[in-house]
């Protein structure tokens, strides 16, 4: 039973530029939640995906977006990076209306902007 | 005020000890409460999950909550140096659906 998959587990961007992260849920899963870690930090919620559609947003700029694929994988896109946003950006996957038995995360992707 | 809180410790404790770890919520209506370890460098892993007012063990695992005090807390029992990591409390409020995260609270065991 395949986890979470994020991909790239490492990446390194100039200010500026633009980033895309990729996350395929747990087998089964239909929800997908993105967060960000800083370093000594709680994750923070940048928002969550179901049927494609974008449900719940955390206080996340506009340069924050993403997209949700028929096979319930996501994407998570960064425009006009900061240094701010060197982090740990974190999936977690669940399943719609059984939230409440948590979510399971990927490994994440460390993204460091210089 | 946070929504949820924690200490960020660190939290000493000798091998064999108690470790107790707390956590206080500002949502009223959260209803599903959740307990992760983190160790560094590494994605956070459920460890225990809590529902209802009272206790819950899981091995050496105890999850308490008082929604009345807004609180929960983690027993972990005969702590080890593997227990060492940042315990992230969580809390999904059944209004939103979102679950967040407290800032977490490092836990070190020492032999």
Known sequence: DAGVTQSPTHLIKTRGQQVTLRCSPKS???????????LGQGP????????????QRGNFPDRFSGHQFPNYSSELN?????????????????LAGLGSYGYTFGSGTRLTVV | QKEVEQNSGPLSVPEGAIASLNCTYSDRVSQSFFWYRQYSGKSPELIMSIYSNGDKEDGRFTAQ???ASQYVSLLIRDSQPSDSATYLCAVRSSNTGKLIFGQGTTLQVKP
């Open chain 1, 28 to 38: 089964g899963h239909d929800t997908v939640s993105w967060y960000q870690q800083a």
């Open chain 1, 44 to 55: 923070q919620f940048i928002f969550q995906y179901y049927e494609e559609e974008e449900r």
């Open chain 1, 78 to 94: 960064v425009n006009a990076l900061l240094l701010g946003d060197s982090a740990l950006y974190l999936c977690a996957s669940s």
């Open chain 2, 65 to 67: 909550l008082n929604k």
